[in-house]
């Protein structure tokens, strides 16, 4: 019998001015953004202070935590594109978030790959570049992020 384990993208598999939807969501709960602020040592009033929150605009209420956000966005994607396939996540460039993210609203991301060579230094592994895009259930932006792999090459059929 066939077997088939899930796994990421080689490098050979990814694929420029392709959108990579990542499926299921995440819906975000308040003990989501209380259990990473607070775990993360971050005293921020407008992810824990209820009240405080109430009373700042324009929003009025407590905000998810955008490291939580940014965390949550690469985690949509890992199954679908690095799973048991990267080798290093090599760094971030520009990280937007131009809407917050609020409790019990649900994340979805994309992802679109921008670049990508075999590297020059590391014989059976290639670098891959990764335009993020995370959307609210109403389809606002929320975040965004790029970021560059490094991934492992296909193995050489037996």
């Known amino acids: 019998m066939k077997r088939i384990e899930q796994r990421g993208l080689w490098y050979e598999e990814f694929e420029t001015e392709v959108v990579y939807d990542h499926r299921p969501g ?25 009240a405080f929150a109430d ?7 407590r905000l ?19 799973q048991g396939t990267l080798v290093a996540n090599l760094g971030f460039g520009e ?15 994309e992802t ?23 959307r609210n259930q109403d389809g606002v932006i929320v975040v965004t992020a790029t970021r560059t792999v490094l991934v492992r090459r296909a193995p050489e059929a037996s």
């Open 26 to 50: 995440r819906t975000v709960t308040e003990a989501d953004n209380v259990l990473f602020t607070t775990t993360t040592m971050n005293p921020q009033a407008l992810h824990l202070d209820a």
């Open 55 to 61: 009373t700042q605009p324009p929003y009025r209420q």
């Open 64 to 82: 998810v935590n955008s490291m939580f956000t940014l965390s949550t966005l690469i985690g949509l994607s890992v199954g679908q594109l690095t």
């Open 95 to 109: 990280i937007t978030f131009p809407h917050p993210l609020f409790h019990g609203d649900t994340l979805y991301c």
């Open 112 to 134: 679109v790959v921008t670049e990508k060579r075999e590297s020059r230094s590391r014989p059976g592994e290639g670098l891959v570049t990764l335009a993020h895009t995370g």
